[in-house]
């Protein structure tokens, strides 16, 4: 078996392989600006290559395609389809990182830790505060995989009220452990004040929040999206951000980096991360460590974890 792992050529790579050659000294890594022909039947990617039928065709002995990433929309599903490649992605990784990176924004709203800090930092003392506390908020998560139960578990201490929506709705007997509230989705919108998408983008969840599903949010409620930025229709936040003085906190958008010269850089109410919200120390050696583990799995005839099966 030929393993190539193709890496964006900012990641320390010497490194990476010196690492990587203690488990799994045949591996190749190639950056994602010189990879060629190459016979490998295994392909390691992360989220940063772009891998449709022109790139598949440099790989005709191609079996299985390893995301090293939760996402996985830079792959052509219709070529994997078609060429029957397995595919599989690590979901688990990151979970933590997220979930408190999303707490994190919505104390950060909540609390106007940003404005405060500007203000000091600017000779003033603010007096006055319209802060807020995160306890008894309902707070309402769409998608619930393994991002969503995290959050869940980590929001619990927090005291608030967590109602969710997924169109796989949880067992009884999970909904009970957790104390959420399964809602249809509108109903969430309309519930919630505070709003966090973990839902993977797809036909369905592309510009899932347009402007009549903003209009549908309580005033001064808080949307977050760590997920993917296609799921938001980015004219329709800003109007909300404008009519319904609602709060955003967005760490994920349509075009990365991002058109700086949007409106959505120049209203209030708005904090940014740079498509980070899973990226830790941490999580990046859970990814490598899970990525190797599959690749590994794959290579000893068992079948890899995590198989992007449903939209194949």
């Known amino acids: 078996m030929k393993v190539l792992a193709i890496l964006p050529a900012f990641l320390d790579i010497e490194n990476i392989k010196k690492s990587i050659d203690q488990i799994m000294p045949g591996l190749e890594i190639a950056t994602n600006t010189e990879f060629e022909k190459n016979d490998a039947d295994v392909v390691v990617i992360t989220t940063f290559t772009p891998f449709g039928k022109k790139e598949m065709d440099k790989f005709p002995e191609l079996k299985y395609i390893q995301v090293a990433s939760t996402g996985y929309n830079n792959v052509d599903l219709k070529e994997v389809r078609r060429r029957k490649i397995l595919l599989c992605n690590v979901p688990v990784a990151n979970k933590d990182a997220v979930a408190e990176h999303v707490i994190g924004m919505s104390l950060a709203l909540l609390k106007n830790f940003i404005p405060f800090d500007q203000q000091i930092k600017s000779g003033n003392w603010p007096l006055l505060t319209n802060s807020r506390e995160l306890q008894g908020k309902t707070f309402g998560i769409i998608g619930m995989g393994a991002i969503g139960i995290k959050l869940v578990q980590k929001l619990i201490p927090f005291n608030v009220g967590i109602v969710y929506y997924d ?133 000893q005839g068992i079948d890899p974890l995590y198989k992007v099966e449903d939209e194949l």
């Open 167 to 299: 169109p796989r709705r949880l067992k009884p007997e999970d909904e009970e452990l957790y104390g959420l509230t399964y809602l249809p989705l509108d109903e969430l919108v309309k519930a919630s004040d505070i709003i966090s998408i973990h839902t993977p983008l797809s036909k369905e969840t592309r510009s899932m929040f347009n402007e009549s599903r903003f209009n549908l949010m309580k005033e001064n409620s808080i949307f977050i999206n760590s997920s993917r930025g296609e799921i938001v229709d980015e004219k329709a936040l800003v109007k909300a951000i404008k009519e319904k003085n609602i709060y955003a906190a967005i760490d994920v958008f349509g075009v990365e980096p991002p058109d700086f010269s949007s409106e959505l850089f120049h209203v209030d109410n708005v904090i940014f991360s740079p498509h980070i919200a899973g990226v830790t120390m941490e999580s990046q050696e859970r990814f490598i460590t899970e990525t190797i583990g599959n690749v590994i799995r794959y290579s």
